[in-house]
């Protein structure tokens, strides 16, 4: 079993960038696909990018597409999302989550809550206009 704790979040102007980390124990890292999800205020959590073991596939919600990178160290074993150009509408809990999935392509990569079994406590990311 893997725990997860989320940091980097903070309070920014729109147009300005973070970098969330991700630092997971507890479980062989690069066994697992990990992903970042948001939770905007009064909605649901949703997904944010993803990322497959060796670093080599990623995958993003297209409203981030361009502005946020997905990147893992299997050897430090953290992940990170680094959000450039943030936009008001960023505004969210951000969450870093692990699954254990065996297939990862553009047809077939882990994009909903439920496909996640690990989730780290959130770390806010409030973007100001």
């Known amino acids: 079993q893997v725990q997860l704790v989320e940091s980097g979040g903070g309070l920014v102007q729109a147009g300005g960038s973070l970098r969330l980390s991700c630092a997971a124990s507890?479980?062989?890292?690069?066994?697992?696909?990990m992903g970042w999800f948001r939770r905007a205020p009064g909605k649901g959590r949703e997904f944010v990018a993803t990322?497959?073991?060796?670093?080599?596939?990623?995958y993003y919600t297209e409203s981030v597409k361009g502005r946020f990178t997905i990147s893992r160290d299997n050897v430090k074993s953290q992940v990170y999302l680094q959000m450039n150009s943030l936009k008001p509408e960023d505004t969210a809990v951000y969450f870093c989550?692990?699954?254990?999935?065996?297939?990862?392509?553009?047809?077939?990569?882990?994009?909903?809550?439920?496909?996640?079994?690990?989730w780290g406590q959130g770390t806010q990311v409030t973007v100001s206009s």
């Open positions: 990322i497959n073991w060796s670093a080599g596939r990623t």
């Open positions: 989550a692990a699954a254990q999935v065996s297939s990862f392509n553009s047809r077939s990569y882990p994009a909903t809550e439920n496909e996640y079994a690990y």
């Open positions: 507890g479980g062989t890292f690069s066994t697992y696909i």
